[in-house]
């Protein structure tokens, strides 16, 4: 008698359609992952899921990248300014133009500059010699020529820089101040002090905002009572009146470090009072969370409770309040140096620069005087599209 395996499996009938039956277990988990395109997430973190939003908007890119800039020529910004901003030249030299023709009128592929000189003819009106361009003598241009010595990060000895003239002669991009100095090459230099001032006033505004809102704001009771009042006092005073009210209690001869050191105080003892009133409302709402009291249900200490569930929560609108609060201390910095509180020399700031321009005759006649502001309208717009494109990533809802 021989044995016969019988086969008990019941097949399953086909699909009706036509198509290929369900696969196996076994089978799903050993086919491949198929991507979802800009859905699958996967296991991003919080900050890859900030970048990936900032990166759609186009406003906040172009902030970043001038940010960046600006830096980069603030920390290299011997290299990148053309002249020493020191050089004295002809004073009220007007910008050079850059151009890529020759003399004799052919095209040339290099760039170069004509000097503006005086020439053998005198003005009818005022009888004085007629400017132009000097087509017999251009000075040439180029990419890491050689000029004055400087520090690389304040100990590298160099002569390079970035651009100017190839054999080093004097060329004014945007023209020179009453004392002859080379305007692009003093706001490039400048940019130092300004962005240092501005960075230092925001980093003491947000520690002391930020330390003074998260106690006020958690532990409560008499207490926050008290630091509110405290902050609608420091609200109410008129900032700009005590600025210069605080300004002029300075000596005129007292050094350009002590003066800065001053202000940046003034700054920031007036500065910190609205973050913090922002970080009490964000600790307010946040203390009545269900992790918040459970933490405190289990025995966390206010330090642990503070650093670990509150602050990381607020950490976003200080990030957005910060690049929204550097422009307006470069602001404030180039208008209190309009009004004549600025450092002094050989420093150069903003703030500094735009002193001169503080007659219309002056600008009427020179209106380079005011390629500062340039500089200023440039960093302003560059902090504020960061902020703006910080503020959408980080909180889009």
């Known amino acids: 008698m021989t044995n016969r395996v019988v086969d008990s499996s019941i097949p399953l009938p086909s699909d009706a359609v036509g198509g290929p039956l369900p696969a196996a277990a076994e089978d799903v988990s050993s086919a491949p992952a198929v991507s979802q395109g800009r859905f699958a997430s996967g ?22 990248v001038l940010v960046s800039l600006l830096l980069l020529m603030s920390i290299f910004a011997d290299c990148f300014a053309p002249m020493d901003p020191k050089l004295q030249t002809l004073s009220f ?43 017999e003598h251009p000075i040439n241009l180029g990419f890491f020529v050689k000029g004055y010595s400087y520090n690389i990060l304040w100990f590298i000895p160099a002569d390079f820089h970035f651009f100017g003239a190839t054999d080093g002669k004097p060329v004014h991009f945007l023209g020179t101040d009453k004392l002859g100095r080379d305007i692009l090459s003093r706001g490039i230099v400048g940019s130092r002090i300004t962005l240092v001032i501005a960075l230092v006033v925001v980093l003491l505004t947000t520690t002391i905002g930020t330390l003074v809102g998260i106690t006020s704001g958690y532990l409560g009771g008499r207490l926050d009572t008290w630091v509110q009042r405290f902050v609608e006092v420091v609200l109410a005073f008129p900032q700009l009146p005590l600025y210069l009210a605080l300004t002029t209690l300075i000596p005129v001869t007292a050094p350009s470090n002590i003066f800065i050191a001053f202000v940046i105080g003034v700054m920031a003892c007036l500065g910190w009072a609205q973050l913090s009133r922002e970080v009490r409302s964000k600790t307010l709402s946040l203390s009545r969370i269900e992790y918040v009291r459970a933490a405190i249900a289990v025995g966390s200490g206010d330090f642990r409770v503070i650093t670990r569930h509150i602050l990381p929560n607020v950490l976003s609108h200080i990030i957005v309040a910060v690049t929204l ?39 009427g006649s020179y209106p380079w005087i005011l ?27």
């Open 93 to 135: 030299a007007p910008p050079d133009a850059i151009s890529f023709e020759s003399a004799d009128g052919s095209l040339s592929l290099l760039p170069k500059v004509y000097p503006i000189v005086e020439t053998d003819k005198l003005d009818s009106v005022t009888f004085q010699p007629i400017t132009g361009p000097d087509l």
């Open 43 to 64: 296991d991003e973190g919080y900050l890859t899921l900030v970048w990936r939003r900032f990166r759609r908007s186009a406003v906040g890119m172009i902030g970043l």
């Open 325 to 363: 609060a550097i422009p307006s201390v470069v602001l404030l910095e180039s208008f209190l140096g309009f009004l004549g509180f600025a450092v002094k020399p050989p420093l150069v700031s903003w703030g500094l620069m735009l002193q001169d321009t503080g007659t219309f005759s002056v600008i």
């Open 371 to 397: 390629s500062p502001v340039v500089f200023v309208l440039i960093t302003v717009f560059a902090f504020n599209a960061l902020g703006d494109g910080l503020r959408d990533a980080i909180d889009p809802y």
